[in-house]
């Protein structure tokens, strides 16, 4: 742009309303926008292994997944529905794509911690108590036969069937 404030200039003068781009009132706002989603709003996340490119259910116990495989895999992905947490509650101003908090990963008996450096392809960075993944992250269990997912219940997710991320998408 050639004058860069020359927008807001325009909007201090020529606007209806104040332009609120943070803040209690941008949240008030946001609120009154987002209560008639909230009714289509789902908490589950349809938490899933994609195997070899073969979707794989688990059982759930709680806030535990247990996943039962063959021992011959070789890609294993955590699969998830995703959010974008400021587009689902006012008061956050958090523009990451979100699958699920995973608390606890266990993987043929083995802890792996949140914080593990093998949590890099389809991972956020590591929180206090949990950590995100995008929708689609890769985990370790190549020739795993069981694999426990531990999730913090912490998403508001669109039901449907889960969008598959566009850089997983291309290698199914």
């Known amino acids: 742009m050639a004058h860069p404030d020359f927008a807001l200039r325009t909007w201090e003068t020529g606007a209806c309303a104040p332009l609120v781009t943070t803040g209690a009132r941008l949240a008030t706002a946001k609120a009154r926008l987002l209560a008639p989603l909230h009714h289509t709003l789902t908490t ?3 938490l899933h292994l994609r195997v ?3 979707r794989i259910d688990g059982e759930r116990d709680g806030a535990t997944t247990y996943f039962r495989l063959s021992g011959v895999a070789r890609d294993v992905r955590l699969i998830s529905r995703v959010m974008v947490p400021a587009h689902v509650v006012a008061h956050s101003e958090d523009h990451r794509r979100l699958g699920v908090a995973v608390r606890r990963l266990v993987i043929d008996g083995r802890d792996i911690s949140p914080a593990h450096p093998c949590h890099r392809d389809g991972w956020h960075a590591a929180e ?3 950590r995100w993944t995008d929708g689609a992250a890769a985990i370790p269990a190549a020739g795993a036969l069981h694999v426990d997912v531990t999730t913090a219940p912490v998403g508001l997710y669109r039901p449907g069937a889960p969008p598959t991320p566009q850089r997983y998408a291309a290698r199914a």
């Open 44 to 46: 589950e996340p349809d």
């Open 52 to 54: 070899d490119g073969r």
């Open 128 to 130: 206090e108590d949990w």
